[in-house]
């Protein structure tokens, strides 16, 4: 029988601090044990005898102690006594606190802030008081804003325009009198020309079949008023799109496109956040138009179409056929697949000489195949234990 080990004794400091009552006296104890150090306060009843044998306010060296005293150090504590004060290297203060260890607790003091500003710029905001564009032209009243563009600021139908003729996707709001309501920037008389620079005139504009053209953005689906170049140095009209990064769904007579940027948008959101393409294609409507009271028409088969298109042109990126001289069409079957990185390859991750390896080692350079149709492997992957 193995006898338990004895607990090491505690060194302790006995701080007597006098009381005004002449029968209590208030006893600090810090204790050392293992390294760490304890404290303990507490109020003792004792008689003016006692008081006048042991010194008032005495710092008692420390000293080892076998028995503790006959009161309980924590519900004899007086609520009106002074909290301890610990100085140097018996117990280390705590890390002083900065408003920017919590900053949800900082925010909920300025939530009504934001709460008015929030709403404050659903509406005009300051720009209610001006009456005149900032060109001057008092001819119309500054009532459209971009919510793309950076500011709040507000301008006529003629500035509108003219500032976004090299970026004809933003969207544009129109304050009727009590709120501001979508509009598009076609409705306000902005063409986008194809084929030439947003500053040069084509003489030859050939506008899109129906004058109803349609492209898929990062910041929903837009009808604009789109013009292809005839000039006699033109591009085919799919060509002329892919000229201004937008993907054509058809390459005869396009009617809708899609911008690079959804598109990369797309790809990205499908490996990370597995995102259905029905569901992100109806977010982009939504994001259009989230009140239902203009139905927009439904391209969804035809941005499949595209995605599948972009994610065919990617695989053959990725494997070098963009800059193979015999391009798309000497490419052999299973060139476009992803080689395995754990299968055995020769020059890439087998030493130098693992065919002339010995017998009892060449097990390690082979390829094992198995087929799990039916998820059967998987099973045998548990634990032994």
């Not at 507000?154 to 003729?165: I, K, S, W």
């Not at 084929?195 to 910041?219: A, M």
């Not at 005839?230 to 892919?242: D, F, I, N, P, V």
Request: charged share 20%; with cysteine; hydrophobic share 35%.
């Amino acid at each position: 029988m193995t006898r338990a080990a004895k607990k090491p004794k505690l060194q302790v400091e006995r701080f007597i601090q006098p009381s005004s009552t002449p029968a209590v006296k208030l006893i600090r104890e810090y204790a050392f044990t293992n390294g760490c150090t304890t404290l303990q306060t507490g109020h003792v009843s004792l008689g003016e005898a006692a008081l006048e044998s042991e010194p008032s306010g005495s710092l008692y060296k420390p000293h080892a102690i076998q028995d503790w005293p006959g009161y309980n150090d924590w519900d004899e504590v007086s609520p009106s006594c002074d909290p301890p004060i610990i100085t140097g290297d018996v117990l280390q203060d705590k890390r002083k606190e900065y408003a920017a260890d919590n900053p949800l607790l900082v925010w909920l003091l300025d939530r009504q802030f934001f709460l008015d500003k929030t709403i404050f710029l659903e509406g005009r905001g300051h720009e209610g008081r001006h009456t005149v564009c900032l060109c001057g032209s008092e001819i119309e009243e500054p009532k459209y804003r971009c919510r793309d563009c950076f500011g709040m600021e507000m301008y006529c139908r003629h500035c509108t325009v003219e500032r976004h003729q090299s970026s004809p996707l933003h969207v544009i709001e129109e304050w009727n009198g009590s709120f501001f309501q979508r509009t598009h920037l076609k409705s306000l008389g902005l063409r986008v020309q194809l084929g030439h620079p947003p500053s040069d005139h084509c003489y030859n504009p050939r506008p899109s079949t129906g004058n109803d053209f349609i492209i898929v953005d990062i910041n929903g689906i837009h009808d604009v008023a789109l013009d292809f170049c005839g000039c006699h140095t033109a591009q085919l009209r799919y060509k002329q799109l892919l000229q201004v990064r937008w993907y054509p769904a058809t390459t005869t007579d396009p009617q809708t496109a899609a911008t690079f940027n959804i598109l990369e948008h797309y790809q990205l959101l499908s490996f990370k956040s597995k995102i259905s393409a029905y569901e992100f294609y109806h977010s982009l409507a939504r994001h259009s138009d989230n009140t239902g009271l203009s139905p927009i028409k439904d391209h969804y088969s035809v941005f499949m179409r595209i995605v599948h298109e972009w994610c065919h042109l990617r695989q053959l990126r990725r494997s070098g056929r963009g800059h193979d001289p015999g391009g798309i069409a000497e490419t052999k079957a299973g060139e476009l697949a992803v080689v395995c990185p754990a299968c055995p390859h020769a020059g890439k991750n087998l030493p130098q000489g693992w065919e002339n390896s010995p017998s009892a080692t060449r097990w390690l350079y082979a390829l094992f195949v198995a087929i799990d149709a039916n998820f059967r492997l998987k099973r045998k992957a548990v634990s032994s234990d």
